[in-house]
């Protein structure tokens, strides 16, 4: 059965290098992004993709955002390469590759249009990568508004890969997260809480063509879904310095049926079929797409496309959902024949 893995990481050459001019040397996450072959390398790429059957990858640029440090023209730059890079792998390999997407810096609200429009008009992206905060800032902000319009125009969907570093704490008397629970526990919530501010915004009925992919199955919304609906429809309730209750008004549906109606997950769960399956059960079947996430697993690159294919084929489904799962959702979403 063939098999369109749509959230896989690489960095281009000519990114790549362009990348480490920027940023300098690389450390914690982005050192290890380095560390792993297959981000670089396209004969290991191929060799691990070879072990799948009928399996193909939609290329995504890895972290860190590429407005992350740098000046708006670096920005701009570092954006343009990704794309372009990207865009000469799916050329030259098209049975691999059949489309990728690009990355923008949502730091610069009109490059990220141009950037985005030009990916996907001319260079056959199918959607953008942002991240669930823009240095620090929440997507909601009135200045991100100009990107969601433009990609509602263009008819592509939005992936939201978490951000979230050490920097951010467990708790209020430290200064850096421990363990690196910023990631195990930080990144989920960093995708739910992005979805939640989107929902809140009213920002999708005023544009109700936006389509968002979240990753790793979700973040926590599935999990708690007594929360996020019976919970929000008591908005208000337990705040004292804002009235949120006329929001809930204001809103054109309840605030459970937006994050059902908008948003799609993923299934890298590291190959974990409980989280998958309260993905289903929370989204549905048609809001939930193959994805494995690799290259980012302790054998740099078939654990978690394995774990993840073990997890939804252990999955009691027809072999029609399992089709939608693998590739047949994923090709009506973003347009891929």
Same mark, same amino acid.
């Given at each position: 059965?063939?098999?369109?893995?749509?959230?896989?990481?690489?960095w281009?050459k000519?990114?790549?290098?362009?990348l480490?001019?920027?940023?300098?040397?690389?450390?914690?996450m982005?050192?290890?992004?380095?560390?792993?072959?297959?981000m670089t390398?396209?004969?290991?790429r191929?060799?691990?993709?070879?072990?799948?059957?009928?399996?193909?990858?939609?290329l995504?640029?890895?972290?860190?955002?590429?407005d992350?440090?740098?000046t708006?023209?670096?920005?701009?730059?570092l954006?343009?390469?990704?794309?372009?890079?990207?865009?000469e792998l799916?050329?030259?390999?098209p049975?691999r590759f059949?489309s990728?997407i690009a990355?923008?810096?949502?730091?610069?609200?009109?490059g990220?249009?141009?950037?985005?429009?030009?990916?996907?008009?001319?260079?056959g992206a199918?959607?953008?990568q942002?991240? #669930?905060? =823009?240095?620090g +800032? &929440? @997507?909601d902000?009135?200045?991100?508004?100009l990107v969601?319009?433009?990609?509602?125009?263009?008819?592509?969907?939005?992936?939201?890969?978490?951000?979230?570093?050490?920097?951010?704490?467990?708790?209020?008397?430290e200064?850096?997260?421990?363990?690196?629970i910023?990631?195990?526990?930080g990144?989920?919530?960093?995708?739910?809480?992005?979805?939640?501010r989107?929902?809140?915004?009213?920002?999708?009925?005023?544009?109700?063509?936006?389509?968002?992919?979240?990753?790793?199955?979700?973040?926590?919304?599935?999990?708690f879904?007594?929360?996020?609906?019976?919970?929000w429809?008591?908005?208000?309730?337990?705040? #004292?310095? =804002?009235?949120? +209750? &006329? @929001?809930?008004?204001?809103?054109k549906?309840?605030?459970?049926?937006?994050?059902?109606?908008?948003?799609?997950?993923?299934?890298?769960?590291?190959g974990?079929k409980a989280?998958?399956?309260?993905?289903?059960?929370?989204?549905g079947?048609?809001?939930?797409l193959?994805?494995?996430?690799?290259?980012?697993?302790?054998?740099?690159?078939?654990m978690y496309?394995?774990?993840?294919?073990?997890?939804?084929?252990?999955?009691?489904?027809s072999?029609?959902?399992?089709e939608?799962?693998?590739?047949?959702?994923?090709?009506?979403?973003?347009?891929?024949?």
């Amino acid at each position: 059965m063939r098999k369109l893995d749509i959230f896989t990481h690489i960095w281009p050459k000519a990114f790549h290098e362009l990348l480490l001019k920027q940023t300098g040397q690389m450390k914690d996450m982005h050192r290890r992004s380095e560390a792993v072959p297959m981000m670089t390398n396209l004969d290991r790429r191929f060799a691990v993709m070879d072990m799948f059957d009928e399996y193909q990858q939609i290329l995504s640029l890895a972290s860190p955002p590429p407005d992350v440090v740098g000046t708006r023209e670096a920005w701009r730059e570092l954006s343009r390469a990704g794309s372009d890079g990207m865009a000469e792998l799916c050329q030259k390999y098209p049975d691999r590759f059949p489309s990728f997407i690009a990355s923008v810096a949502m730091r610069d609200p009109e490059g990220a249009v141009e950037e985005a429009t030009r990916a996907i008009q001319q260079l056959g992206a199918c959607g953008i990568q942002i991240y #669930s905060n =823009v240095s620090g +800032k &929440p @997507l909601d902000a009135p200045e991100f508004r100009l990107v969601f319009k433009a990609m509602e125009s263009l008819g592509k969907p939005i992936w939201i890969h978490p951000a979230r570093t050490a920097t951010f704490p467990d708790y209020q008397t430290e200064q850096v997260s421990q363990y690196e629970i910023w990631w195990t526990f930080g990144w989920p919530y960093e995708s739910s809480a992005a979805q939640a501010r989107i929902v809140f915004s009213k920002m999708l009925d005023e544009m109700p063509g936006l389509k968002f992919i979240i990753h790793h199955a979700g973040g926590m919304v599935p999990f708690f879904e007594g929360r996020v609906g019976p919970g929000w429809d008591q908005l208000g309730a337990r705040t #004292s310095s =804002v009235d949120y +209750k &006329p @929001l809930l008004k204001e809103l054109k549906k309840r605030p459970l049926d937006y994050f059902k109606t908008f948003f799609y997950a993923d299934t890298a769960t590291f190959g974990s079929k409980a989280a998958l399956a309260c993905a289903l059960d929370f989204y549905g079947i048609e809001h939930v797409l193959f994805a494995s996430d690799a290259p980012f697993d302790p054998e740099g690159g078939p654990m978690y496309i394995r774990e993840t294919i073990k997890a939804i084929d252990a999955l009691d489904i027809s072999k029609e959902d399992r089709e939608k799962l693998y590739y047949k959702n994923s090709c009506k979403l973003l347009g891929i024949k």
